[in-house]
Nanobody, 115 residues
Framework: QVQLVESGGGVVQAGESLRLSCTAS????????MGWYRQPPGKQRESVAT???????TYRDSVKGRFTIYRDDAKTTMYLQMNNLKPEDTDIYYC?????????WGKGTQVTVSS
């Protein structure tokens, strides 16, 4: 059974930084895409950043230049370095892994940015 465990969320002030971590365990196909998602109130879940096993990364426009996604496959862990956080970044951040067979989700970690 695949499990994803997130950590690193918290409460910070605008302009500060956080680093989220997501560790995967279980039978995951070696070729996969990992990503971070969030779901603003009243909206659909949206992609924040994704990274493939080849290292190709994508970012939504609102976080480009502030967030960096990277992964350590030896530890099956993905990270999201979030700098210059803004109040609009406040949300629950969910870890996802898609291995071209199935989609898996973590339970989420709360990020709160105060102005």
């Amino acid at each position: 059974q695949v499990q994803l465990v997130e950590s690193g969320g918290g409460v910070v002030q605008a302009g500060e930084s956080l680093r989220l971590s997501c560790t995967a365990s279980g039978p995951i196909f070696s070729r996969n895409v990992m990503g971070w998602y969030r779901q603003p109130p009243g909206k659909q879940r949206e992609s924040v950043a994704t990274i493939s096993t080849t290292g190709r990364a994508t970012y939504r426009d609102s976080v480009k230049g502030r967030f960096t996604i990277y992964r350590d496959d030896a530890k099956t862990t993905m990270y999201l370095q979030m700098n210059n956080l803004k109040p609009e970044d406040t949300d629950i951040y969910y870890c996802n892994i898609y291995d071209y067979r199935s989609d898996y989700w973590g339970k989420g970690t709360q990020v709160t940015v105060s102005s």
